[in-house]
């Protein structure tokens, strides 16, 4: 159970601050705030490499959850004042792009690299050089963005924080305890009414948390729906891929780590492609084509057996996948600063990672279960030999990765019908005048 808060605790607390997080930005401050968050995520990462008891690390971990959801939507916001639009603000896209999506499948690697050959605590204690030059760069760097006046919705921020962390929780418990679960069903159930009465307070808001005038425009819209559906592509998959390669193939985690770095490499591969062609091609090409990828990379990848071969038939399948992904992350990430006023683009940035963040939690949940599913019904009757076991364990897997490529797809149908293809001198001339505002 320990082991248990101690994974769910991060993800708890950063899913369910993002919003606040974004909006103090807006209000306070985008690099006041991203300093403040960096250095939290910093003092927490040291707490726990420091920890000493089960309950210290839950702590710790909350802390660095807590500075994470500020840190990840103002990150975004302070490129989109930082960077003017067009080259130089697609590459600094590109950048961030590679590497959110690709930080996933490169901490798979570091994390083997450090267990193996360090300690545990390291994995935290890495972080804090990392933090304190951050919080020391980015004043240097960055533009400072003033706060402005107002006032933070407290009923609208207690209901969607609450919301979240009831809703990521229940996902996670759902994973692991299944959907039937008592305490799954209430917590969901309890998230859902509390998010449906954020919207409702929003609406009759005058100063509201989340402006629902974002969700006014399609592209936006569609960047968002498809955010949804590449969190929980890319997070099921890495955390089915990773027990199949250790439990059926039989890889260590440090080899594991390494048999995911292909997919970093593609991820920044992709990123760096699409952040010089946007300008050209609008964000529906890459947001389609990069989410079309996705999916044949899942559904190759589904066509494993319990004999697979790394080289033959992940490595192509992971390629494909990463190439994709990084195609969508550096689109999305365009279209939801694309016309954003300076006064709304923490928000914005905000709703985009909730999206990534929930997301996450639900494709975990969903092919963790189905996995699970499949795996008990080809056990059920026979011997549990471990040729018996492989076989059974590689269905359920499988049975994930189509579902991934389904979900992906999903993502593909909302961009083809909700992103409309832009001429770069209107998507210049929509931020002009955004900026302007």
């Not at 009923?155 to 759902?174: E, T």
């Not at 209430?186 to 919207?199: C, K, N, P, Q, Y």
């Not at 997301?359 to 795996?375: D, E, Y």
């Amino acid at each position: 159970a320990d082991l248990e808060w101690v994974v769910n605790a991060y993800a708890i607390a950063f899913g369910g601050l993002l919003l606040l997080g974004g909006r103090m930005g807006d209000l306070y401050g985008r690099l006041r705030m991203f300093v403040a968050g960096t250095l939290v995520f910093a003092a927490g990462s040291l707490a726990g490499g420091l920890a000493a008891t089960s309950t210290a690390l839950i702590v710790a971990r909350t802390a660095q959850g807590v500075g994470a959801a500020i840190v990840a939507p103002t990150a975004l916001a302070l490129l989109a004042g930082t960077f003017a639009e067009g080259p130089a603000r697609n590459r600094a896209l590109g950048v961030y792009s590679a590497i959110s999506a690709g930080g996933g499948a490169l901490g798979l690697l570091l994390g083997g690299v450090i267990t193996t050959y360090f300690s545990w605590r390291w994995i935290l204690f890495v972080n804090v050089p990392v933090g304190l030059v951050l919080a020391f760069v980015a004043p240097r760097v960055l533009n400072t963005s003033p706060g402005r006046r107002g006032r933070l919705d407290l009923p609208g921020a207690a209901a969607v924080s609450a919301g979240a962390v009831l809703l990521v929780y229940g996902l996670s418990r759902a994973a692991v305890h299944g959907w039937n679960d008592a305490t799954t069903v209430v917590t969901l159930s309890a998230g859902a009414a509390l998010v449906a009465a954020f919207v409702l307070i929003e609406a009759l808001s005058h100063e509201p948390l989340l402006p629902l005038s974002l969700f006014s425009n399609r592209n936006r819209t569609g960047a968002y729906a498809l955010s949804l559906a590449n969190g929980a592509a890319l997070s099921g998959t890495l955390f089915l891929l990773t027990l199949f390669l250790q439990n059926v193939l039989g890889m260590s985690p440090l080899q594991a780590g390494f048999a995911f770095l292909p997919t970093a490499l593609g991820i920044v591969a992709g990123a760096g492609i699409t952040s010089r062609l946007i300008a050209r091609t609008g964000p529906r090409v890459p947001m389609t084509v990069g989410s079309l990828m996705a999916a044949i990379g899942l559904f190759w990848l589904a066509a494993i057996t319990d004999h697979a071969m790394y080289p033959v038939s992940v490595l192509g399948p992971l390629v494909v996948l990463a190439a994709g992904i990084g195609q969508v992350f550096v689109s999305a990430s365009v279209v939801t600063i694309s016309g954003v006023t300076s006064r709304e683009s923490g928000i914005a940035s905000a709703v985009l990672n909730v999206g990534r963040q929930l997301g996450g939690s639900i494709g975990i949940a969903l092919m963790g279960t189905i996995a699970a599913s499949v795996t008990r019904g080809q056990l059920a009757g026979i011997p549990p030999t471990h040729t018996a076991l492989a076989h059974a364990l590689t269905s359920g897997f499988t049975a994930g990765f189509q579902l991934a490529g389904c979900i992906a797809l999903a993502g593909f149908v909302a961009a083809f019908i909700a992103v409309r293809r832009k001429r770069p001198e209107a998507v210049v001339e929509v931020q002009a005048e955004a900026r302007a505002a």
